[in-house]
């Protein structure tokens, strides 16, 4: 069937129907992601806000707004506890999940865009797809509450649009402008091998490449 919403509407993946409909209220809803238990829903808005939903209830739990215009991505930690959000004003913020309140900023070097992040499984390593071509790694400091830019490489010939790791963080995979999907790794000293071990190239704009 079709009919016009204006919201969030979660599916199921086995009847293919959606189960639930939430009401953003008159927010424009631009990312979405679950967290790790399927309960709780962020959602990064066109104004700058972030906001919880309870997944089983659809009741708004939290919202704040730290960014200045959109929000272009939301990810969630694998245990919940924060995530991590990127925005069109080019912050990038780590979020205490409980308080829903901005534990610390991200400052990759140059400055520029982020288009999307990614969090390692283990929770150490945060990858961010950014506008200059290239990926930045930032890595968990040993106090366990901060963390730092360790790495950094042009990745692509245009922006890069987006970044995810594999589930067992040995491997980055990217995609960008230039139409291109890029495999990174393995894992080693130097964290990524700056050099792709696979490159597909098709032609499309590419802006989400998830990891299996």
Known sequence: YQRRVHGVLIWRVDGQKCCREINPGEEIILNLDFSPDGE????GTQSGCLILWSVYRGERIAEKQEHVGPVLCVRFSSNGLFLVSSGNDGAV???????????????????????????????????????DHTISIFQQRSDHDSYEEVSSWRAHDGPTTSVAFSPDDNWLVSGSFDHSVRLWGPLGSDLFNRRPQLCFVGGSTLTAVPHS
């Open 93 to 131: 913020l780590l979020w205490d999940v409980s308080t829903c309140k901005p534990s610390s900023i991200l400052q990759p070097r140059g400055g520029t865009l982020v288009f999307c992040v990614d969090i390692s499984s283990r929770g150490d390593l945060i990858a961010m797809a950014k506008r």
């Open 40 to 43: 709780t829903l962020a959602g």
